[in-house]
């Protein structure tokens, strides 16, 4: 937001400099990113009066007697098409500089000597977008008033200092020049002084003349006034150069009045032709799918339910908020002018003017809020001006839908709170002072504060705003400045830290690849590769429709990462992801999702099922594992996936990704795995035991076993375990056989056992005997020893 110092200077009475004034804001809580003078960098620029004004034959230029002050009129030769003779303009005289630093010198134009340049307001410095439409192709006429010879600055306000605001949405009450002047008089112990205003109103009623009515809940309140018998026409001189200054183009003084009150009050408002209406009611509702409505930029727009309209006779003239239509727009023959005033619901103006992209100072200050207590007196003001500077006759009394109010606020706050949120030792009277700046009134019991906030702030409803209020007034450079009381204790990391470290370790040490991956997906994705339906936790406002609902397991980010990889020609992958999952389980009092850490692995391209177990087996090696037959995971390949099992308790899955699955990420066959960390942790073991090197050899015997087609590796190795044979240290399988000599409804599994006692060497007998065990075992659950 662009603020006029000298405007500003009207309601506070502050006489500093305005780089202080900007730097005192920035440190106060509203950042002023530059402070502009328009006249820098100029010079020798003086009013001038155009004496005579001939044709140049055979061009478009005009040769010009121009009376600068000096003893005689100077020739300057101008190209502009509304130079004529009796007009007074600006005059760069020779030397002088204008905007880009261009230097004017003497010269010849088609032979004719010119001594300066007749200068628009583009060539000082003003930017087009806020250059009248009258002079946009051509020089700026001056008053008639102005003084030839004298600098032209003081007559176009470019001796002025315009302050650039940066607004953040919490503190939208400075959108506005009323805004400014409380926060600026807060600052400097000031009190702000604004003009009452006197509105002569008609015996004639407005309500005799139109009605109002809201029918949507998008609108607290629509107010409206009719001024009769105005003469539309340029504003006066001090109204443009204040909002040329402020970043807004002068149209015409009825339409420079509502810019004028928008950034005087931040009240968005807008000027309809009444002799326009086809019906002399207002009718405020929603827009019905399919209406079109024609805006002031003269593009036709197709509305939907969601956007709010103004109506006339069932019609819309105005997209509620955001532009008004083009139907009804003041011209210069219109003659009355009904004025609106409203309360709009910001999200409702945010989603239309997204849309359309639409983006308009008034759509911006609905959506981050108004001072709803000025609707009234904003309304009023601006009638009073057009009155004056358009002739017009206000009628009597304000049409409105109600006679909404909005009320203060009261924020109860301790003395202790605020000293102790701020490091301070505030006294009451301090605070209660500091209040008063702010302009707040302040109820006081013992150390209790009962603060009322007026609506202008609508930013302030707890006590961390009060607290935030008294730093900024107070100082942030007067807070005191302590180091934290550590004490003396080890810092250490948490059980899970460490085991997350470990893991990352772990993993790296086995050649994978850390990623991280996005914890919000699309619904679809953020379900699979689970076996319990969870209510999903999604976003009330997202980013994007993939970014949208919190994920309950890993794998399909990591899936997308495969993918991405894949696409640019990376086909060997080995990556792993230590992160959360979120799931509801219905019994959180606040609603949220309970946060579990897990670890995923993908593996794909020269790659296979055993390489991504032994990964699982290296990360668990220290616990008791096992592996067990999954079918459950639709996600997953049926036959080639398993769970993962650690005394006893299921901690998580590893295995092939069903073939239509990668075919849907368009990726190929990989394999992943999905580790709980909480189980992890719950079974690892407190410390590892060392256990000495034996120092006589181990001992191997292969045994092959014909069994049924469907008897897993497990239910072996279980029914080998149950022999309870001391000797055995170790038992793992090293072949899978099916074909010639081996019945159809059979496979041959074949082990490798091996056998160690530390104590001594084994001789054959213990180990025919440990295997006479064994196989006796095997022989009762009926597998047939080859």
């Known amino acids: 937001m662009l603020v006029s110092y000298k405007w500003l200077k009207e309601y506070v009475d502050v006489d500093v400099p305005a780089a202080d004034l900007a730097e005192k804001m920035s440190t106060s809580g509203i950042e002023v990113e530059g402070v502009e003078s328009r006249q820098d960098g100029l010079k020798s620029i003086v009013v001038g009066e155009v004496v005579s004004c001939e044709d140049i034959p055979e061009t478009h230029l005009h040769l010009c007697q121009v009376n600068t002050g000096d003893a005689e009129p100077r020739q300057i030769v101008c190209g502009a098409p509304n130079v004529k003779e009796g007009i007074k303009v600006i005059v760069a005289l020779p030397g002088a500089r204008i905007a880009g630093n261009y230097k004017i010198k003497k010269g010849k134009m088609r032979g004719y000597e010119s001594l300066g340049m007749i200068c628009s307001l583009g060539e000082l410095g003003f930017p087009d977008s806020v250059v009248p439409k009258e002079y946009a192709d051509g020089i700026y006429i001056m008053p008639s008033d102005a003084k030839v010879g004298d600098d032209v600055f003081k007559y176009i306000g470019m001796d002025d200092e315009v302050l650039e605001l940066s607004i953040t949405p919490n503190r939208a009450d400075a959108l506005s020049m009323r805004g400014v002047a409380h926060e600026v008089a807060a600052i400097y112990d000031k009190k702000v002084n604004f003009p009452s205003v006197e509105l002569k109103e008609e015996d004639k009623k407005t309500s005799d003349e139109i009605a109002v009515q809201v029918d949507s809940a998008k609108s607290k309140t629509y107010k409206s006034r009719i001024i009769e018998d105005v003469k539309v026409g340029p504003s006066p001189l001090w109204l443009q150069n204040l909002l040329m200054n402020i970043g807004v183009r002068p149209i015409s003084n009825v339409v420079d009045v509502t810019n004028y009150i928008l950034m005087y009050f931040g009240q ?119 009155a004056e500077l358009a002739g017009g006759k206000v009628l009597n009394g304000v049409v409105e839908s109600n006679d909404y109010k909005p009320q203060s606020v009261d924020v109860a706050i301790t003395l202790t709170k605020i000293n102790s949120s701020l490091g301070t030792d505030l006294t009451i009277d301090q605070v209660v002072a500091i209040f008063d700046q702010l302009g707040f009134e302040t109820s006081v019991d013992g150390e209790n504060l009962v603060v009322t906030i007026p609506p202008r702030r609508w930013d302030i409803t707890i006590e961390a705003d009060l607290v935030e209020e008294v730093a900024r007034i107070y100082g942030y450079d007067n807070l005191p400045s302590t180091l934290p009381n550590a004490g003396n204790t080890i810092g250490e990391l948490t059980p899970m830290q460490k085991l997350r470290r470990d893991t990352r370790t772990v993993l790296e040490g086995a050649g994978l690849t850390e990623v991280i991956s996005y914890a919000l997906t699309t619904p679809e994705k953020a379900s699979q590769f689970t076996k319990v339906s969870t209510e999903l936790v999604s976003l009330a406002m997202p980013m994007s429709e993939e970014r949208q609902t919190l994920r309950n397991s890993i794998i399909p980010g990591m899936l997308d990462i495969v993918n991405y990889n894949m696409a640019r020609g990376n086909s060997d992958l080995a990556i792993y992801e230590v992160g959360n999952v979120f799931i509801k389980f219905g019994n959180e009092e606040d609603g949220r999702p309970t946060e579990l850490p897990q670890v995923a692995m993908a593996f794909t391209g020269n790659t296979d099922f055993y390489q991504a177990k032994g990964v699982v087996e290296t990360l668990l090696q220290d616990m008791d594992l096992r592996f067990e037959k999954e079918t459950k995971l639709e996600d997953m390949h049926p036959g080639r996936t398993a769970r993962v099992i650690v005394s006893g308790k299921e901690i998580g899955f590893v295995g092939q990704v069903h073939p239509a699955v990668a075919k849907a990420y368009d990726i190929p066959t990989t394999y992943v795995a999905s580790l709980d960390l909480t189980g992890i942790l719950e079974n690892k073991p407190e410390q590892v035991v060392f256990t000495e090197i034996p120092k006589f050899p ?89």
């Open 268 to 386: 968005p408002m807008h000027a309809f032709d009444l002799d326009t209406f086809k019906e002399r009611k207002i009718l405020v509702r929603d827009a019905r799918d399919g209406e079109k409505l024609t805006t002031l930029d003269d593009v036709e727009r197709e509305l939907t339910s969601d956007d709010l309209v103004i109506t006339v006779a069932d019609k819309p003239v105005a997209l509620a908020g955001v532009m008004g239509g083009l139907d009804t727009e003041i011209t210069e023959k219109s003659t009355n002018v009904v004025l609106e005033a409203a309360l709009f619901d910001g999200a409702s103006i945010r989603k239309t003017s997204q849309k359309f992209n639409l983006r308009s100072e008034s759509s911006a200050r609905f959506e981050k809020g108004i001072n709803e207590a000025d609707v009234t007196l904003a309304l009023d003001t601006a009638a009073a001006m057009i």
């Open 698 to 786: 181990a001992v191997k015997r292969d045994l092959a076993l014909l069994v049924n087609r469907d008897t897993e590796n497990q239910e072996v190795l279980d029914i080998i375990d149950s022999a309870k044979v001391k000797l055995l240290k170790n038992v793992s399988i090293f072949d899978v056989y099916t074909g010639e000599n081996v019945p159809t409804d059979k496979k041959s599994l074949a082990y490798s056992l091996t056998f160690q006692n530390p104590e001594q060497t084994l001789t054959d007998e213990e180990i025919n005997s440990a295997m006479n065990k064994i196989v006796k075992k095997l022989n009762e659950a009926g597998f047939e020893v080859r």
